[in-house]
């Protein structure tokens, strides 16, 4: 059952320790510590991956930066309480990672996929360049009732088919973990420089759409 689950909530990301650790918390006395990876993409710019690790792995009291670190885990989510409302935190969960001595050309350094149900009306915008964008929100469950909530971002074509998912189909996405920074308005004079983080979405179906056109065939 535990590997079912596991199954359907894949990453793995391979890139240059940028932090070094920082505690986050504990359960049944195992600590568990966070750190950057920084990932490249082929247009030679990057994002920054939050990563959880736990104390069990790998010695947390090291410094690892300037390494380069495979990690293979789940991307998961946790309401954080903060200024009267909750929100969303994302990081990848490490089930296994090794160093490594360098990075192929041909290195998938940032995969992910997901199967999971839309939880929310899929928002279907253009830019002011015409350019066609949908978001989704996915719910991925977890062992023993929990789930993860993963917003995936969509383009072009994959957007204007996305457009049309309802709350509660089964979908699967392929894609890659991208960070991207923007401002956020504290209030009238303050605003704040925040990262979030979302699936860019390369392939996506309908599970049941598929399953069914797998059996007309």
Known sequence: MTDKVIENNQVTVMGEVVSNFSYSHEIYG????MVDIKCTR?????DIIPV???ERLLDVTASYVGMLLCVNGQFRSYNR???RKNRLVLSVFAREVKFIEEMEESSKTNQIYLDGYI???PVYRKTPLGREIADLLLAV???YGKSDYIPCICWGRNARYAEHFKVGERCAIWGRIQSREYMKKLDEEHVEKRVAFEVSVSKLELLEEAQV???IV
């Open 30 to 33: 195992e600590g568990f510590y």
């Open 42 to 46: 082929l247009s030679d710019s990057f």
């Open 52 to 54: 959880m690790v736990s």
């Open 81 to 83: 309480h903060e200024e």
């Open 119 to 121: 939880c929310k009306e």
């Open 141 to 143: 469950n977890r062992p």
């Open 213 to 215: 056109q797998e059996s």
